[in-house]
């Protein structure tokens, strides 16, 4: 008797804890979020100074912008439909929330790595080539990942001719300081560390492939197609700040700078090799330009290689990505990804 | 009746066991159930058909790549780092143990010390292990080694000392010097509660190889985990942990019959 009581008891509460997903509708408080890396302080600043607010507040709606410290986390995050938008590039919003099914749109393309990503061997005069046999410490299936399939392309190695040993990020830089560890692919700011090693050599980066490894603004896209405002801040928010970086503004890069853990002569060297995308007119032009499509296609060969794009992937062309104009690269029916240039061509046109 | 004094059953008290557990599952699966209607190629929660699919790639399928059987290839990277860390771990344990706990100028030194290095938090200073240790094996095993051998021999530390000191006078006065008191009779009631302290500290164990095994491996249960987690693909993760959980609770029954079968003083009558 009891028992059976308790049993209905708890069913009921439980009925009450599951509600079903969210769906998108029109909403005014929206979450989105980001992580520490050269190419995405600007959300920083953009929410600490109230950019993000102010533009918010111009279309009627509220964004809250949280830093994550973890960033595949973040991006986990938003997959899961914790935020309505996140910062990661385009490798990882296809193999993370496209190939989750979750469709995404990449609202702003910010920057590009250009230099910031690199494969750093040990030893006076270490070329390319000489990766074959090394054991390469890097995080497997990440940018870093592909770089190294894009370096071994060039030296006309295989991956088969190394053998890649999973590092976590935020420990490769001390990794590297063994004697054992004599290759290693990051990014910055530990690149940055890595390279100063006293006998390494930086023997590719991503200068070598630019504008393959895009820092985006990942929007959810029933999200965004429901609310064009959060679309309209955001974009606003973002274009303000590049304004400031683009004149050189000293107190905007040092706050940057600071919110990043480093000083503003090392945040500026690291900006250098950040390929920032300043004005709306130069983001049209990235994504509108064929060579976009072309790497995407690049990047969804070595995920679908990697058995990245999920289990009922049967080629690369499992999930699709639009392009502005309507392209589509891979399976239309599927299209997960779409870089959209609506709303940058409203901040070139001035109309937001 | 006073709810107090109420009994379940025999019955009841198998069906209030498994109620948790079962309600658990019903959660899971009526989330994973409303999540997969919204999106069918949803990650976070994935169907039990899924993780069967997992399974049976995971476990029973040739990697394309190296050929292996990944579970068992994973699984048996991580029971050998664990088994060398916690019989590292045990040793040296005892040793400090038994040399604090037994003689007054060694417990001097080695009591404080044992103390404050039981208060490092291992994860904090990976760095230095590594350039210490490399990055290979030895450095997993040896973070399994120094986040559980201070524990070990404080816990030990405290069982000497609890040794009556009237028995220790009487081993003397018939004729046990320093090293056969150790072997004839701090040894044999140590040996036992040291199955027990490592029962206890199975769950910091693994902890400690997971972490390892995240920050730089190319194989272990928690390599793969961490490496999936990369694009979420939960329907491995999640069986990786029932397994997990599966074999720490297998280890900690065989030093609990391993503890029985060498030591059945120490376990008491059976009732």
Same mark, same amino acid.
């Given at each position: ?16 804890l599951i509600s079903p997903g969210a769906h998108a509708a029109?909403k ?50 938003y997959t899961a439909g914790q935020f309505d ?12 929330p496209?190939?989750g099914g979750v469709d ?116 959810n896209?029933a999200t ?129 | ?29 009526t989330g994973s159930a409303l999540r997969l209607a919204d999106n069918p190629e949803d990650k976070l929660l ?59 100028? &060694?417990?001097?030194? !080695? $009591?404080? @010390? /044992?103390?404050? +290095? ?5 994860? #904090?200073? %990976? ?59 701090? &040894?044999?009631?140590? !040996? $036992?509660? @040291? /199955?027990?302290? +490592? ?5 910091? #164990?693994? %902890? ?64």
């Amino acid at each position: 008797m009891f028992s059976r009581q308790l049993l209905s008891a708890l069913v009921l509460g439980l009925a009450g804890l599951i509600s079903p997903g969210a769906h998108a509708a029109p909403k005014t408080q929206f979450n989105v979020c980001w992580t520490i890396y050269a190419g995405w302080m600007p959300w920083e600043y953009a929410g600490a100074q109230g950019i993000v607010d102010k533009w918010a507040k111009k279309y009627g709606i509220n964004i809250k912008v949280t830093q994550i410290n973890d960033y595949v986390e973040s991006i986990n995050q938003y997959t899961a439909g914790q935020f309505d938008g996140c910062t990661m590039t385009n490798m990882d919003a296809l193999t993370i929330p496209a190939a989750g099914g979750v469709d995404s749109t990449a609202l702003i393309p910010g920057s590009y790595s250009n230099g910031n990503d690199g494969i750093v061997l040990k030893g006076k005069g270490k070329t390319l080539k000489d990766l074959k046999g090394q054991n390469v410490h890097l995080v497997q299936f990440s940018v870093s990942h592909y770089l190294l399939a894009r370096g071994l392309d060039q030296a006309g190695l295989r991956e088969r001719d190394v053998k890649v040993v999973n590092t976590s990020d935020a420990d490769i830089a001390g990794a590297f300081a063994t004697p054992k560890v004599t290759a290693a692919v990051t990014w910055n700011p530990q690149l940055a560390t890595v390279a100063a090693t006293p006998g390494a050599v930086k023997v590719f980066d991503s200068s070598q492939v630019p504008g393959e490894i895009i820092d985006l603004m990942v929007v959810n896209t029933a999200t965004l197609k429901d609310n064009p405002a959060l679309g309209k801040a955001l974009t606003g928010a973002w274009f303000e700040v590049m304004a400031l970086m683009k004149a050189g503004n000293v107190p905007a890069l040092t706050h940057m700078a600071k919110a990043s853990g480093t000083t503003l002569d090392d945040y500026k060297s690291q900006l250098k090799t950040t390929a920032l995308m300043f004005t709306p007119a130069e983001a049209v032009s990235f994504v509108t330009s064929p060579k976009l499509a072309e790497t995407m296609k690049r990047v969804s060969k070595f995920s679908f290689e990697k058995k990245l794009l999920g289990d009922n992937a049967k080629s690369a062309d499992a999930i699709g990505v639009a392009f502005p104009g309507g392209a589509v690269n891979g399976n239309a029916k599927n299209t997960k990804l779409r870089f959209d240039d609506t709303y940058l061509r409203l901040a070139a046109d001035g109309k937001l | 009746m006073r709810f107090v004094n109420r009994q379940p059953g025999h019955g009841g008290r198998w069906l209030l066991a498994l109620l948790p557990l079962i309600l658990l599952l019903a959660a899971y699966a009526t989330g994973s159930a409303l999540r997969l209607a919204d999106n069918p190629e949803d990650k976070l929660l994935p169907s039990a058909a899924q993780m069967v699919e997992a399974i049976d790639r995971m476990a029973f399928t040739q990697d394309e790549r190296t050929g292996d059987y990944l579970l068992w290839a994973d699984t048996a990277a991580s029971l050998v780092r664990l088994g060398l860390g916690l019989g590292i771990a045990a040793l040296a344990g005892l040793c400090l143990g038994i040399a604090a706990g037994t003689f007054p100028l &060694l417990r001097a030194p !080695l $009591s404080p @010390l /044992l103390t404050l +290095l039981s208060m490092v938090p291992p994860v #904090a200073i %990976l760095p230095i292990l590594f350039i210490v240790f490399g990055l290979d094996e030895l450095s997993k095993v040896m973070l399994i080694v120094i986040g559980i051998t201070p524990v070990l021999a404080r816990d030990l530390e405290q069982r000497a000392r609890e040794i009556p000191r009237e028995v220790l006078v009487k081993a003397q006065t018939l004729g046990a010097n320093s090293w056969t008191l150790v072997l004839r009779v701090v &040894l044999p009631q140590l !040996l $036992s509660r @040291l /199955l027990v302290s +490592l029962r206890l500290m199975l769950g910091s #164990a693994w %902890l400690f190889l997971i972490c390892a095994e995240a920050i730089s491996a190319t194989s272990g249960l928690g390599y793969r985990i961490f490496l999936v987690r990369r694009y979420m693909a939960m329907d491995v993760i999640l069986p990786y942990v029932v397994w997990i959980t599966l074999l720490a609770w297998a280890s900690d029954h065989l030093l609990r019959r391993l503890n029985q079968w060498c030591f059945p003083w120490s376990v008491g009558e059976k009732p």
